[in-house]
Structure formats: C-alpha cells, structure tokens
C-alpha cells in the first residue's frame, strides 16, 4: 500500500470527519490525488480530487457544498473534510495518485496508486 488513508469512523447525520491521504511513501506533491468511495453492493465512485498545485478541486454532484478536498506539501498529505454528512455518505473511501496527470481527473483508470480505505458510517 503506498498511500495511507486514515480518518473514517462513525458519525451521526449533519456531524462532520476528515479523512487524510498521506503519501510519503511515493512521488506525491507533483501529481492530482482523487477520493473515491464504495458503499455496500455498489460500485466505486468519484468523490473529489485536487490538481498538483491545488487550484483547481472537483467535486461529484452529491458532495459539492459539503466536501472540500485540500492538500498540505509540507506534509504530503490531502486532506477530505466532510460537513453535513447523510447516511448515503456511508461507505470505504479511497484515495488515490493519479498515474501521470496533474489534472483533477474524475475516471478511475486515470489512477494508479491507491490507498487501503477507510470505512465511513453515517447514522441516522
């Protein structure tokens, strides 16, 4: 495992969690680093990703407002804070390096180094 996510746990609805992305273990602060998530019986999904210089943050449709994806060179590290959390958010989240790119690319395959996920549960 070459990144290290860190941070889920349990939380009730509307609480809050920041989940890191530590990346000392690789080339990281040159390239875009992305948050996915996969709940139960569904398939993995975009949930954030920062360009290598840190101006440029996407987000899914499901999360903007609530979610800000950031990232500390001093520390290698990106960072994922979450407000506002819905039961829905419940799920393992992932982080990942892209494999080339210093783009905020949204699509799987444009990811090579990932994280081993850390479980986020929302109550209701």
């Known amino acids: 495992v070459q990144l290290q996510a860190s941070g889920g746990g349990l939380v009730q609805a509307g609480g809050s969690l920041r989940l890191s992305c530590a990346g000392s273990?690789?080339?990281?602060?040159?390239?875009?680093v992305g948050w996915f998530r996969q709940a139960p019986g569904k398939e993995r999904e975009f949930v954030a990703a920062?360009?290598?210089?840190?101006?440029?943050?996407e987000y899914a449709d499901s999360v903007k407002g609530r979610f800000t994806i950031s990232r500390d060179y001093a520390e290698t590290t990106v960072y994922l804070q979450m407000t506002s959390l819905r039961p829905e958010d419940t799920a393992v989240y992932y982080c990942?390096?892209?494999?080339?790119?210093?783009?905020?690319?949204?699509?799987?395959?444009?990811?090579?180094?990932w994280g081993q996920g850390t479980q986020v549960t929302v109550s209701s």
């Open positions: 920062i360009t290598w210089n840190g101006r440029i943050r």
């Open positions: 273990r690789l080339p990281f602060n040159n390239y875009a």
């Open positions: 990942a390096r892209s494999l080339y790119s210093r783009s905020a690319d949204k699509e799987e395959k444009d990811y090579g180094y």
